[in-house]
């Protein structure tokens, strides 16, 4: 019992002077770069250093929206970057993550609204229906991100987008696919 003990105290004195050697040889100048490299790619996304906070965003009104754009039950508004960006190219929407967070797929949605325009064939929101076609839309954000992984990946040979589909009832997208319905997964 002596000797393991002796030996694990050994082992962990190596890490440490194994950690050690890696800090002192570390370029600490690159390191904190990168970091604030990091850090400001989301401030140039969201504009003047706007994020999707929680608190942020319920500090913000629907005052810069469009109108017609339409924000789900409990959100209060979006920074003027997820209007401002190209349709389909919301800032950070490749960094959602399925079933994340409402608050992450909102810029998304307002994009979508936003940059969609005459293509939209779907029924106008209303209070009523804003929330299913959130649902819906998010959806689609998770199997375009999901599609666009295994492009990256090298897996598939297509990249996806959203386009006016993302809002559309099975039923509804019906008459775009000449009757063919697509087996589930």
Request: proline share 3%; charged share 25%; aromatic share 12%.
């Given at each position: 019992a002596v000797v393991s003990t002796q030996s694990g105290h050994y082992g962990r004195e190596a890490a440490r002077e194994q950690v050690e050697g890696r800090v002192d040889n570390m370029d600490r100048?690159?390191?904190r770069e990168k970091a604030e490299g990091k850090k400001n790619k989301y401030k140039?996304?969201?504009?003047?250093?706007?994020?999707?906070?929680?608190?942020?965003?319920?500090?913000?009104?629907?005052?810069?929206?469009?109108?017609?754009?339409?924000?789900p039950t409990g959100m209060k508004g979006v920074p003027e970057a997820c209007i401002d960006a190209e349709f389909g190219e919301s800032p950070a929407m490749e960094k959602i993550r399925r079933g994340g967070k409402d608050k992450?797929?909102?810029?998304?949605?307002?994009n979508f609204q936003h940059g969609v325009g005459?293509?939209?064939?779907?029924?106008?929101?209303?209070e009523e229906t804003v929330d299913m076609r959130?649902?819906?839309?998010?959806?689609?954000?998770?199997?375009?991100?999901?599609?666009?992984?295994?492009?990256?990946?090298?897996?598939?040979?297509?990249?996806?987008?959203?386009?006016?589909?993302?809002?559309?009832?099975d039923e509804e997208r019906r008459p775009?696919?000449?009757?063919?319905?697509m087996p589930d997964e």
């Open positions: 100048e690159a390191a140039e996304m969201f504009g003047d250093g706007k994020s999707l906070s929680k608190k942020k965003l319920l500090k913000m009104t629907t005052d810069h929206l469009p109108t017609g754009i339409h924000l992450f797929y909102v810029c998304a949605f307002v005459e293509d939209k064939v779907s029924p106008p929101y209303t959130f649902a819906l839309f998010k959806q689609c954000v998770d199997e375009v991100n999901k599609q666009n992984k295994r492009f990256r990946a090298g897996e598939d040979t297509h990249q996806a987008g959203i386009n006016f589909f993302c809002d559309l009832t775009y696919s000449n009757g063919l319905v």
